[in-house]
């Protein structure tokens, strides 16, 4: 099965400050992943995702960024933080024929 | 369009009684269902999915869940509740020929499941 790194687990930047969030995938190869963003521990809200290198997908207009330079690392980036972009943050591999999604273990972000 | 409904915010369950989380969903063709389970400050973890054969799918932990073609749903259930059950949990579908990226998996709003001792 698969399994999903990601890092830091935590984070407190100020606002206005740039943003790195990173995913890697390890046990599959040309996966679909994903970005999503939970606040206050309840629903999923889609954020990106990519079917390839390069190839990355906005769901929802926002301060974020999203890149995929190799084949299993996904990158969450933003130049200048805001209040509204505290909240968790996970990254998720899809495997194609069923859409069964593997997550990682989530980000934790606070702006101040 | 496929969308799932989880129609309870929140379940109280006392130790060693069953549980039942409920599910409803909606796809055009044939869907493929699945639950996770979410611990606090933790990813979602797969519990069990039915993509085809027989309806009562079995999982992790003991939870099973029963796909009910009529009436759309996809309800999670456990003989008898643990504390350490205790979590929040999703279910999910996506249409069976439907493709990858934003037309994966579609996810209900959660339903907080709470185990009392």
């Known amino acids: 099965s698969q399994t999903i790194h990601q890092w830091p687990a935590t984070l407190v930047q100020p606002v206005g400050s740039p943003l790195s969030l990173e995913c890697t995938v390890e046990?599959?190869?040309?996966?679909?992943l994903y970005w999503y963003r939970q606040a206050a521990g309840r629903g999923l809200q889609l954020l990106f995702y990519?079917?390839?290198?390069?190839?990355i997908s906005s769901e929802v207009p926002q301060n974020l960024s999203a890149s995929r330079p190799q084949d299993r690392q996904f990158i969450l980036s933003s130049k200048k933080l805001l209040l509204s972009d505290s909240g968790f943050y996970l990254c998720?591999?899809?495997?194609?024929?069923?859409?069964?999604?593997?997550f990682g273990e989530g980000s934790r972000l606070t702006v101040l | 369009a496929q969308s799932v409904a989880q129609p309870e915010d929140q379940v109280n369950v006392a130790e060693g009684n069953p549980l039942t989380v409920k599910c409803t969903y909606s796809?055009?063709?044939?869907?493929?269902l699945f639950w996770y389970v979410q611990y606090p400050n933790r990813g979602l973890q797969f519990l069990l999915k039915?993509?085809?054969?027989?309806?009562l799918v079995k999982g992790s932990y003991g939870f099973e869940a029963e796909f009910n073609k009529s009436q759309t749903s996809f309800h999670l259930k456990k003989p008898s509740a643990l504390v350490s059950d205790s979590a929040l949990y999703f279910c999910?579908?996506?249409?069976?020929?439907?493709?990858?990226?934003?037309?994966?998996?579609?996810f209900g709003k959660g339903t907080h499941l709470i185990i009392q001792p």
């Open positions: 039915y993509i085809t054969g027989d309806n």
């Open positions: 046990g599959t190869s040309n996966p679909n």
């Open positions: 998720a591999s899809g495997v194609i024929y069923t859409g069964e999604l593997f």
């Open positions: 990519s079917v390839g290198i390069g190839q």
């Open positions: 999910a579908v996506r249409d069976k020929y439907s493709g990858g990226g934003a037309d994966g998996l579609t």
């Open positions: 796809v055009s063709g044939n869907p493929y």
